[in-house]
């Protein structure tokens, strides 16, 4: 017979919501944290390519000049052939403030010949051969977690998610259950003074909650990348209701491809698009088969992308396509749900935030964000050494 008294139920002065957040901000943030930290320092890595590769290689830059037009990527085509004529060329791209590129087949450095977009000079020839990327390598960390992509594609996705959710749940942490000066203090400032376990703290409570609207935003648009049922819940959203469409680009021409008539073909779809936007650089896909089209992305802007524009040319004749992609009509056209669509990489680099200085701002919210599952394992592993002690 046991005639010890009962031990009392603990009571709690906290919420039962206030239980479930703080339940899940430490699990979940545990479950996802070193994911999180590859996806923020990569992620910052990627967003400032251009920039390193600028300082690295000035030789390969080419400033835009208004008054002076570039050449028909047609000829630039016709020089790569020309140059190597057993190769055949899959892209020309001109990223504004670069030379352009003209890719042979493989996404790697050493198939890419460099011309200058204005006068066609020969910058820098292929190697033909692979050559490590360590930009390319980033963005297979950021993206597939340098796993195949079935794998890791999934774990970079739903840790995203997570990570989103416990921006929320780390909000109702940090609200202050009393708005006095002294709460105020503790939840606005951090105590540089203070012993590592109470700094730790303020570095996670006070640095996350500045940095959590951006966060979100860059979660966010992130999701819409690797989420197809997020894609389709933003769009849902942003348009009051609206089902998307599937995206499709139009093929008339079933006619076999006539390689000879592609130079041609290019000419024709430049000269058309160009007459309807402005351009500092382009993206220009060249078909390797039946079934492609010449596809061609304009961008109006230095290193942003919301106003870009594609169109689609028929290959054996250089013939404009119709098509409803997202970007086949102009940002200023285009209904809101298709505007946040179109915004949507610019707002996850930082890029819609002023350029330069937007992905800048980024660069250290991002930080901040790499370091929340270091300083949130942390936060949690001094209260369990106390608990132990």
């Known amino acids: 017979m046991n005639t010890g008294k009962a031990k009392p139920k603990k009571k709690h002065n906290r919420s039962l919501f206030y239980r479930i957040s703080a339940w899940l901000h430490l699990w979940l943030g545990l479950a996802s944290g070193i994911v999180i930290v590859i996806i923020c320092l990569t992620g910052i890595t990627w967003s400032f390519k251009d920039e390193i590769t600028d300082w690295l290689h000035p030789e390969l830059q080419s400033d835009y000049i208004p008054d002076k037009p570039m050449l028909n990527p047609s000829a630039l085509y016709q020089k790569a052939k020309k140059l190597f004529p057993d190769q055949e060329p899959s892209y020309i791209w001109r990223p504004t403030g670069k030379a352009v590129m ?51 594609r ?141 596809s061609l992305f304009l961008y109006p802007s230095h290193r942003q992308f919301y106003n870009l524009q594609n169109f689609s040319y028929d290959r054996n004749s250089g013939t404009a396509l119709s098509g409803n992609s997202t970007h086949a009509q102009s940002f200023e056209k285009a209904d809101f749900a298709t505007k946040v669509r179109k915004l949507n990489y610019d707002l996850h680099v930082g890029s819609a935030l002023g350029g330069i200085w937007g992905r800048i701002l980024y660069f250290f919210i991002t930080i901040i964000g790499a370091s929340l599952p270091v300083t949130g394992f942390l936060v949690w592993w001094f209260k369990k050494k106390k608990k132990t002690a």
């Open 102 to 152: 003209i890719g042979y087949g493989k996404r790697n450095p050493g198939y890419v010949l460099y011309l200058d977009p204005y006068t066609g000079t020969v910058l820098q020839r292929p190697s033909f051969k692979e050559e490590f990327d360590f930009f390319e390598w980033t963005l297979n960390g950021h993206r597939y977690l340098w796993l195949p992509s079935e794998i890791g």
């Open 154 to 294: 999934p774990i970079i996705n739903y840790s995203t998610f997570i990570f989103f959710i416990t921006l929320f749940t780390g909000l109702v942490l940090w609200w202050p259950r009393k708005w006095t000066k002294a709460m105020r203090k503790q939840s606005f400032l951090v105590k540089w003074d203070a012993k590592t376990k109470r700094l730790n703290y303020d570095l996670h409570n006070v640095f996350g909650f500045y940095a959590m609207v951006i966060l979100l935003i860059i979660a966010i648009t992130g999701m819409y990348y690797g989420l197809p049922w997020f894609n389709k819940f933003l769009y849902f959203t942003t348009s009051l209701g609206k089902t998307q469409k599937k995206e499709r680009r139009e093929l008339k021409n079933t006619a076999p491809f006539q390689p000879e008539k592609l130079s041609a073909s290019v000419h024709t779809a430049w000269e058309d698009a160009a007459k309807k936007t402005k351009t500092k650089g382009y993206y220009l896909s060249i078909p390797q088969d039946s079934t492609e089209t010449i």
